[in-house]
């Protein structure tokens, strides 16, 4: 009788070879058995074994295994690949530096928008004002507080001068107020960091939304105007210059908007900037001489389809669904926000941080003549 190499196969590993086809492996009959037969068998067998695709010849015990990798890995280092396994995504990992807050795969990476604003009565010691604008951050199961933890640190990168928010922090749960809040506290700008309320906070509990926002170092406007003075010198200042102001309304959606309180005791001549969550807010706006209107609530349409484009449909049109506008000498920018609502994606729509660097138009006249 014929005996049998101490390498043969052994039934069960024939067995194992119909079940999971290329995945290979040499199963020994004892475990004691593999110190020996690991001296014995030929090198090229273990090389024509281990070139065969997924083939696996599996010969030492777990030690020395461990040992043989530690040796290996001390002649020859190589960076080390963690596998993660996610469901049935298998995803390589290469060891490095990285975003501390990665977004996640139905929040895209914010985009930011740059765009120098004119206006004709802004005093020159104002020209270059760096003010960012937020909006519709949606604290959420869809908007989880990493994503808007990332908002805040781009946002900060960008240096501000002003940030501004204009509504609508959360969705529908008023357990995520306070957290939102906390996260929009890390904020920073050199004058503040100012807020108006939206339908969306109305509808869980504006006035403990306002407390949390206050509690954390925002300024939030209410029916109600703040100056902003640092920057501003009255010796290097041209004739007739005037003071910057930013105000801000309640939401319209639940009639508590008042922007006659909202300017009152501001001079008229002097520049205003207003921050109204819903951009129907510009025909008021304009009727009262504002400079320069802050928006959000559209979302920007959120899903951008080819032939139907905006699911949203403004009472204005789409004039006023995103991005910069006028009506008369009112200026107004709608940013499409941070968060979702309704549908969990945004599909040709991306979030937005918007920044804007206010410039003066009597500047511009001085330089010109």
């Not at 929009?184 to 403990?208: E, I, K, P, S, T």
């Amino acid at each position: 009788m014929k005996q049998r190499q101490p390498w043969a196969l052994t039934p069960r590993t024939r067995l194992s070879r119909l079940k999971y086809g290329g995945l290979t492996t040499l199963g020994l009959e004892r475990a004691s058995d593999v110190t020996e037969i690991s001296t014995r068998i030929p090198p090229q067998t273990s090389r024509r074994l281990k070139r065969r695709g997924l083939t696996t010849l599996s010969l030492s015990s777990r030690r020395e295994a461990a040992e043989s990798r530690a040796e290996a890995r001390d002649q020859n280092p190589v960076p080390r690949v963690p596998r993660l396994w996610r469901r049935q995504f298998t995803t390589l990992s290469l060891n490095g530096p990285g975003p501390s807050i990665p977004p996640s795969l139905f929040s895209p990476e914010p985009q930011i928008t740059e765009l120098d604003i004119w206006l004709r009565r802004l005093d020159v010691s104002h020209d270059g004002l760096r003010i960012v604008h937020l909006s519709d951050i949606h604290h959420s199961i869809y908007t989880p507080l990493e994503d808007v933890e990332r908002v805040v640190y781009l946002a900060n990168r960008l240096q501000p001068d002003v940030v501004v928010l204009t509504g609508d922090y959360v969705t529908l749960a008023s357990d995520c107020i306070w957290p939102v809040a906390r996260a929009l506290g890390r904020l920073q700008a050199r004058l503040g960091v100012f807020a108006v309320l939206g339908n969306h906070d109305f509808q869980v509990d504006a006035d403990q939304m306002t407390r949390a926002l206050q509690a954390h170092g925002v300024d939030v406007l209410r029916n109600s105007h703040r100056v902003l003075l640092d920057g501003f010198d009255p010796q290097h200042a041209c004739p007739g210059s005037y003071t910057l102001w930013i105000a801000g309304v309640d939401d319209l959606w639940w009639r508590a908007d008042n922007l006659d309180a909202a300017i009152r005791s501001i001079p008229p001549q002097d520049p205003k900037i207003l921050l109204c969550h819903n951009p129907l807010g510009i025909h008021q706006a304009a009727a009262h001489g504002i400079d320069f209107v802050l928006s959000g609530h559209t979302h920007g349409g959120q899903v951008r389809l080819p032939v139907v484009r905006s699911l949203y449909r403004s009472k204005l049109g789409e004039r006023f669904v995103d991005g910069w506008n006028r009506l008369d000498d009112t200026q107004i920018y709608v940013n499409r926000g941070i968060g979702k609502v309704l549908l969990p994606f945004r599909v040709d729509c991306p979030p937005e941080i918007a920044c804007f660097r206010l410039r003066s138009a009597r500047r511009q006249v001085g330089e010109a003549s």
